[in-house]
Each structure stands twice: as C-alpha cells, then as structure tokens.
C-alpha cells in the first residue's frame, strides 16, 4: 500500500518499447519513486535517460509495461483508456513548453478547456474562471486570443488551465523553454508560490537553475534515477488548495 500523504508512488515501474522483430527499447528498469503532498521535485537527465517517459507515465499519457503506479492512492497502472483519461483530468494539471493553447480561444476559454473535457457544464464555472485569470494577472485580457498574448501571458493562461480542476499534481514540462530569463523568472516564482500553497509540482528541466527551486532533484540515467539531490526538506501539505499565487 501507498504511504497514506503520497501523491505519486512507483513500485518497479518499467517501460520497454518494441522496435519490431526482436529490438526492443527499456526506457525504464525498474524505478521506484515517492512523492508526498506538497512536495516540489526536478527531474533532469540527458536525451535518452528516461526523463520523458518518466514524465509520460506520471501524467498518465502512457502506462508502464511492468510495475505499479498508484496516483492519489488510486492505481492507475491498469486502467482501461476511458478510466485513465478521466483520472488524468481530474488529478493532473498540465503545463508545457509550447503552452498548448488552442488558436481561436480566447483566453478565458482556454482555461475552461479542461472542465470541457470532464463534461462539466461551464457555464457554472464562469466565476471560478474569471478569478483564476485575474490570479494569473490577466483579467483584462480575458477575451484576447494566444496571438494577441506574449509567451509569458500565454504561460501564465497555461498555469490558471492548470488549476482549473483543482488538480492533486500540477506535472510541468520544461515550463520556461520558450521564455527569455526575466519571464521565465517570473513563472517560476508563480509556481514556487503554487507550491508554497499546497500544491504538488514535478517539473521536467534541462536547467539546473530552475532545478535549484525544488526540494528534490532527480537525476535519470539509462532509465534509472541515478541520484537524488535535497535541496531542501519538503513540508508535508494540509491538504487544502492553492489559493494564490
């Protein structure tokens, strides 16, 4: 069983990839990983070492080919699509290099994206919406379009979608990727504080600045954690949701 406060647990987690005839690929052998509630973790490696199909498989876009992963205390490893889909957006929220908006939403559509793929009726949500933009810094560009935004308006809108299901892990890849270092700082200092408020964040970089702001560093080599580096000790979370940033 999963420590009762743990977000994410993988028991002997292994992915293989089948090349055809007798090639295969292990991209991960056997990685065994814990992250609490409120914990804030890097993972780095090179090109190669299993960083994306580690990230692949904690946001539920793929499942392992062996191994165990419980979600919330919920095991994912097995579920059928429809099941893992409605896991993924329900408990994950996801923000991304190239921000992934959709062209022709406005910005406060954008956000709604994800209770859109709940099936939840958003014409009940408009309020919560609205606040999450204006949390972001964006309530005066609600009806803008991403062509209309900068890359950090476009990430911050990334970040509010992020929250909008009240997510239990907030999984970032490569959040400043696209930004020049004083937007991509001030991302970064948005979702320090998403975390100082209770949220889980496991964050996917190259950079070993923005790596030095979580707690935990995991460094991946030929589909294993290699090492691991504390930062700094991770406070166990209340539970409650993010409320500002």
Known sequence: MPPPDSIIQFQGIEKRYDLGGEAEVRALRGVDLTVHAGAYVAIMGPSGSGKSTMLNLIGCLDRPTAGLYSLGGTDVSSMPDDELSEARGRMIGFIFQSYNLIAQLTVIENIQVPLIYQGRDIRAYQEHCAKLADMVGLSDRLHHR??????????????????????????????????????????????????????????????????????????????????????????RANGQPASSV
């Open 146 to 235: 991403p062509n209309q935004l900068s890359g950090g308006q476009q990430q911050r809108v990334a970040i509010a979608r992020s929250l909008v299901n009240d997510p239990l892990l907030i999984l970032a890849d490569e959040p400043t990727g696209n930004l020049d270092s004083r937007t991509g700082a001030e991302v970064l200092d948005m979702i320090d504080r998403l975390n100082a408020s209770g949220k889980t964040i496991v964050l996917v970089t190259h950079d070993h600045k923005v790596a030095e702001r979580a707690h935990r560093v995991l460094h991946m080599k030929d589909g294993l954690i290699e090492r691991e580096v504390i930062n700094r000790p991770a406070p």
